[in-house]
């Protein structure tokens, strides 16, 4: 029989089992919630700093919680540490992406390269007392703009330099590239320059072009490339029959031969693009060469890259020695004109004689202006000469060919003169009062000048233009005219042959010549 006091103990015990299955309820739904909003923060990177804060927070509640609760409460605290352990191991295996870390690599190297740890101002050697060694290379993208006028030139080059670095020693597991300008300013570099170039620009398209790639191992490969414009001191006594000779030079800038020395990379450190062409020279070979640089600080470490290029001729050969030897072959013409044709032989020559001078000029108004006589200065000067002496013959013929015609037209316009002077002498004495010794002489002295006058004779010669004797001696006229025409035409006729032959002798010692310079 169930008295009443045993139910109310049974009513009080069921209504304390409700309440902790209800305190059991609302603990668990708590906890569910609370992961709920954890795991997303915890997944999604949180600081350590939160999510350790919150996670302290959920425990302690949630142990308070279930030990209130009783045995259920506590099977739900341990399934969400369980799911804890999960998250936290995953956070261990990804790193936070709050940090932009795609690699443990990554992070190490952050760590290596933290200002407490690395001195960038400290070369790798500095702890040994050895000098730094770093192996140079070049990349030769474009070679342009080879200058004779400034005397420099243009190339795009990829600067590579390669050396060890003991500090990042096996503290890597793979090779790391990157362009980070941050990782760059972290890293001790080279402090190298370029002693010869005139200006430079770094490559910023469409990113700037620098590379960093760190070796396991700790080499690191430094990569830069650049647009630069080198002098180059160029010989034109051969000019455009020239080999130069043009170097591309880099040192060390703050660094002694004590601390930093340069090395060219392998054999062959100087690579050109393998469809590199350039506009009027040929690459015959690149001498990859050790140089130093002494100061009053010390000696310094530099390297020399020297460019051996040969000037294509096809260019000059078009434009320079083509028209002017056409001009020169043209001033000939004129040896085969009449030489009575003086206005077309003159006209010939003094256009070819022009044309040469205003091409000579032309070119050398492209080139630097120099203190000594180039190869294309001597063979302009020659076509000029050559232009010159073809109008000197012209002159020549015309002397000849027309001296004796001139000289009696000149003593028959002269003895007309006299003649008529003599005639009105004898009118003025005919008709003056005179004594008779004065009537006596005028008869012997008009027969006297008739006969012994120039007068007479030239005007005989005027009658008679077929006579064979002229006023100033027993020469035929007829003859001699036909004589000086013949020997002009003689000398237009061994122009023809001499001219052409000196040139082609000028040639042959020309071009053999400037050739064996070459």
């Keep these: 029989m169930i008295t009443q006091s045993q139910v109310r103990h049974s009513q009080r015990s069921g209504g304390e089992g409700a309440g902790n299955r209800g305190t059991v309820s609302r603990a668990a739904a708590v906890g569910g919630e609370r992961r709920q909003r954890t795991e997303p923060l915890l997944l999604g990177g949180l600081d350590n700093n939160t999510s350790s804060l919150g996670f302290e927070e959920m425990s302690i509640g949630l142990l308070g ?28 295996r990804m790193p936070s992406r709050s940090r932009g870390y795609t690699s443990p ?59 060890a670095e003991a500090r990042l020693n096996n503290t890597l597991r793979r090779p790391i590239d990157t362009h980070d300008p941050m990782v760059v300013k972290l890293l001790w570099k080279p402090e190298v320059y370029f002693p010869n170039a005139k200006h430079g620009d770094f490559q910023y398209v469409t990113v700037p072009n620098v590379l960093v790639r760190i070796q396991p191992n700790g080499t690191i490969l430094y990569i830069l490339r650049m647009k630069l414009t080198f002098s180059c001191m160029m010989d034109l006594s051969t000019f455009p029959l020239d080999h130069q000779t043009c170097s591309m030079e880099v040192a060390s800038f703050a660094k002694t031969t004590r601390e930093l020395y340069l090395n060219w990379y392998h054999d062959n450190p100087v690579k050109l693009y393998r469809q590199l062409h350039l506009l009027q020279f040929d690459v015959n070979f690149v001498a990859a060469t050790n140089c130093s640089h002494s100061f009053l600080a010390g000696n310094y470490s530099c390297l020399q890259a020297v460019f051996h290029l040969q000037r294509n001729l096809a260019y000059h050969l078009v434009q320079s020695y083509l028209p002017s030897s056409l001009i020169v072959v043209v001033s000939w013409v004129s040896f085969w004109l009449d030489a009575d044709a003086v206005a077309s032989r003159v006209i010939l020559g003094v256009t070819t004689l022009f044309t040469v001078c205003s091409e000579s ?12 006589v180039k190869a294309l200065d001597v063979w ?15 002159t020549l013929v015309n002397y000849i060919g027309r001296h004796r015609r001139r000289l009696l037209f000149r003593s028959s316009a002269e003895g007309q003169e006299k003649l008529e002077a003599r005639e009105r002498s004898d009118s003025i004495r005919s008709t003056a009062v005179g004594t008779p010794e004065m009537a006596g002489n005028t008869p012997l002295d008009a027969g006297d000048s008739g006969a012994a006058g120039t007068g ?13 004797k002229s006023a100033e001696g027993n020469v035929e006229v007829p003859l001699a005219w036909l004589n000086e025409a013949e020997r002009a035409k003689r000398i237009d006729r061994n122009s023809r042959v001499v001219f052409p032959l000196l040139f082609l002798v000028f040639n042959l010692g020309y071009w053999v010549y400037y050739q064996a310079l070459r």
Excluded at 125 to 132: I, N, V
Excluded at 361 to 372: D, E, I, P, Q, R
Excluded at 380 to 394: K, N, R, Y
């Design 380 to 394: 302009m000067g020659s076509c000029t000469v050559f232009v010159f002496l073809a109008m000197v013959e012209f």
């Design 456 to 468: 007479g004779s030239a005007s005989v010669l005027r009658e008679n233009p077929n006579t064979e």
């Design 105 to 163: 690599d990554l992070r190490q190297l952050d760590f290596l390269l933290h200002p407490s740890v690395y001195d960038r101002r400290q070369t790798p050697t500095a702890d040994t007392g050895e000098a730094t060694r770093v192996d140079i290379e070049f990349y030769i993208r474009s070679f342009s703009s080879v200058n004779p006028v400034d005397m420099d030139y243009s190339v795009d080059v990829s600067l590579r330099q390669r050396w």
């Design 65 to 92: 919680r279930g030990r209130a609760g009783g045995p259920a409460g506590v099977f739900v605290v341990r399934v969400f540490f369980l799911l804890n352990a999960v998250v936290v191991a995953r956070s261990l």
């Design 361 to 372: 000029a032309a070119f050398g108004n492209k080139l630097s202006t120099v203190s000594y």
